[in-house]
């Protein structure tokens, strides 16, 4: 029976596809070979593809520092992680996270542009602040931030002015800038959800790095704090800040954030007997606009109640400082309005004009009746920075000359 199924079957393979059977067969091997083959291949290529790590280490990369940050997982095995087997693919995001919640470790190790980055060095409200080397030279960078509101408007009058701020920098007392990299076109990516581009080129200040630190660091030691020389230097450091505002002021610049962590100190002191060698330096130009610009950033606590109404003006400053002054001499933040001006900003960001104007007014009444316990002889400069009408408050310059009278061995 057997045979002769088979014969049929030859016959049936012969007549069907016009070649004697033992022949079909040997071609039906074959191919059965090349399947297996073709398969064992395909295994090894994807076996390959998920050992290959997602980011290649180079020397301007530490693919590590992604997934050991905050909230940062890596792709899931199951998609492929090769951009060379997919050539006709735009890259994907390596980092999916909201840039609200940002992790700035992210770029330790890393390059940003030719700068190095070695470490964090602090956060603010508009930026996170970077140590960097180039060239064996310390520099500090500040990656300004993005989330929150409609940024588009200060990076474009950043970008603007990017070329004047760098050139205001030449002062004695003020952090010298060396660069400012703002590309829109850039920024607009990141803002639609290109995060990647948010670690590989954000917009990004290059400053002068300032070794001894802040005035707020000083501020927090009980050593510098409780010393005889303290109130002196603190008088020093305000008349050297209202130099730095008189030559900003002069080119038509507006600081907007005057604060102790906005000062800068040329080393860092062992002990108060020290203080006196330090030069101190007003940092963060990144915040100035031009006198009469829009504001678009405060930091209440130094802010006067003004500045919700009126566009940048250099009396801004002039009442920061006083704040700031008031901050150093008392280690203390309790001007009597700072509810009201948390308030303010509520209402202005909701774009309630007349809650505005009420929160403004309550702190300008407060303000007024606030009882400024300082030492005498410098109760009457702060009382005039500090004034609740603008007009009265004196200007960068006249500041510097209260301060002569009080001291005239102060003020170089």
């Not at 007392?173 to 400012?180: E, F, Q, T």
């Not at 031009?290 to 003006?313: D, L």
Request: glycine share 6%; aromatic share 8%.
């Amino acid at each position: 029976m057997l045979p002769a199924e088979l014969q049929n079957l030859t016959s049936s393979i012969q007549e069907n596809t016009g070649m004697p059977a033992p022949l079909f067969f040997i071609l039906l091997i074959f191919l059965g070979i090349g399947i297996i083959g073709i398969v064992y291949i395909s295994k090894e290529m994807d076996s390959k593809v998920y050992s290959t790590t997602t980011i290649q280490p180079t020397s301007q990369s530490n693919p590590q520092t992604l997934y050991q940050s905050k909230n940062l997982n890596p792709p899931p095995r199951t998609q492929s992680m090769s951009l060379q087997n997919l050539p006709k693919t735009p890259s994907r995001s390596l980092i999916s996270r909201s840039l609200s919640n940002w992790d700035p470790n992210v770029w330790v190790n890393r390059f940003l542009s030719i700068y190095k980055i070695e470490k964090v060095i602090g956060e603010g409200g508009n930026g996170y602040v970077l140590k960097s080397e180039y060239s064996g030279k310390a520099l500090a960078i500040k990656v300004l931030k993005l989330h929150g509101g409609s940024p588009e408007e200060f990076f474009r009058d950043l970008a603007t002015e990017a070329s004047n701020l760098v050139n205001l920098t030449n002062h004695k007392n003020i952090v010298k800038m060396y660069a400012v990299n703002v590309d829109m076109f850039v920024i607009d990516s990141i803002l639609k959800g290109r995060s990647d581009l948010y670690v590989k080129n954000p917009p990004m200040i290059v400053m002068e790095y300032m070794d001894g630190g802040t005035l707020r660091d000083l501020l927090n030691e009980d050593s510098f704090y409780y010393s005889s020389k303290w109130e002196q230097n603190v008088l020093r450091a305000i008349c050297e800040v209202a130099e730095a505002l008189d030559y900003i002021h002069s080119q038509g610049f507006v600081h907007m954030d005057i604060k102790p962590q906005n000062i800068f100190l040329s080393e860092r002191p062992k002990d108060p007997s020290e203080l006196g060698k330090v030069t101190f330096k007003l940092g963060d130009l990144g915040s100035a606009v031009r006198i009469n610009g829009k504001v678009k950033q405060i930091t209440p606590e130094y802010s006067p109640p003004e500045v919700f109404q009126e566009p940048a003006k250099p009396y801004f400053d002039i009442f920061a400082l006083g704040m700031t002054a008031y901050a150093l001499l008392t280690r203390k933040i309790d001007r009597p309005d700072l509810n009201e001006m948390n308030n303010a900003i509520d209402c202005y960001i909701k774009g309630d004009t007349d809650c505005v104007k009420k929160e403004v007014e309550k702190a300008r009444m407060k303000l007024m009746h606030w009882n400024i316990n300082v030492d005498p002889k410098i109760n009457p400069l702060l009382k005039s920075m500090l004034s609740v009408e603008p007009q009265r408050r004196p200007t960068a310059r006249e500041v510097v000359d209260m301060i002569k009278k009080i001291d005239p061995t102060i003020c170089s």
